[in-house]
């Protein structure tokens, strides 16, 4: 049974703002790239514990990422009860760890 998901919403604008920029240099890689961070969620969503705990990561939730097929991104999500939330789609050589702020521990008050 795959889980339900969610994305964060700068999460969900860095998927839209990444394809608009792909769009920009092809007329539909932007959809390919979507298409390949759909599959890599669906890939999550069917056995998040086989993606790699994010490195150096410590602590709960545990976040985790899954590459986004040919392209240069990974799908950086954490899991907890039925949920799947996506945190970032990140390239992959830029900024690491930029998204750890959208990640709170449970009974954060912020939630």
Not at 47 to 52: D, E, H, L, Y
Not at 90 to 103: L, S
Request: proline share 8%; charged share 30%.
């Amino acid at each position: 049974m795959s889980l339900a998901f969610d994305f964060h919403p700068e999460a969900r604008l860095e998927l839209l703002a990444d394809g608009e920029w792909y769009d920009e240099r092809e007329l539909g890689l932007g959809e390919r790239f979507e298409t390949s961070v759909r599959a890599a969620i669906d890939g999550a969503r069917d056995s998040p514990v086989s993606c790699a705990v994010w490195p150096g990561w410590v602590g709960e939730p545990v976040v985790r990422s899954k590459r986004v097929g040919v392209f240069p991104h990974r799908v950086v999500f954490f899991v907890r009860g039925d949920l799947l939330t996506v945190v970032a789609v990140a390239h992959a050589k830029r900024r690491p760890g930029y998204w750890r702020d959208r990640v709170r521990p449970p009974g954060d008050p912020r939630e």
